[in-house]
Nanobody, 128 residues
Framework: QVQLVESGGGLVEPGGSLRLSCQASGFTFDFHDMAWFRQAPGKEREGVSCISSSDGRTSYSRSVEGRFTISRDNAKNTVYLQMDSLKPEDTGVYYC?????????????????????WGNGTLVAVSS
């Protein structure tokens, strides 16, 4: 049974940090590029970041580049999203997703790939 389980969301003040984790099981993690998406209230889901499985290439949306860092630990079947300098506009449900490698990370972030597996999401709220 395929599972992507996100954790690490919560309420944080503007300027704060959070680290999201996504634990994968039920499929070959090493053969999949991993990504984070988010959906703000009343808005469509958007790509945030993607990391390739083979060489660790990364891509970020313009709105988070320089503030967020994606990483993965293939030994733990886990992908992370370190979020720093959080802004109220970063509020939303963050989803972990997988696509069979190889992909083009920038196109994954741009929403041009049909992701193979999705998690149920974790809520991030940035507010004072």
């Amino acid at each position: 049974q395929v599972q992507l389980v996100e954790s690490g969301g919560g309420l944080v003040e503007p300027g704060g940090s959070l680290r999201l984790s996504c634990q994968a099981s039920g499929f070959t993690f090493d053969f999949h590029d991993m990504a984070w998406f988010r959906q703000a209230p009343g808005k469509e889901r958007e790509g945030v970041s993607c990391i390739s499985s083979s060489d660790g290439r990364t891509s970020y949306s313009r709105s988070v580049e320089g503030r967020f860092t994606i990483s993965r630990d293939n030994a733990k079947n886990t992908v992370y999203l370190q979020m720093d300098s959080l802004k109220p506009e970063d509020t939303g449900v963050y989803y972990c997703a997988a696509v069979h490698a190889p992909s083009v990370p920038s196109l994954v972030v741009g929403g041009y790939y049909a992701m193979r597996y999705w998690g149920n999401g974790t809520l991030v709220a940035v507010s004072s």
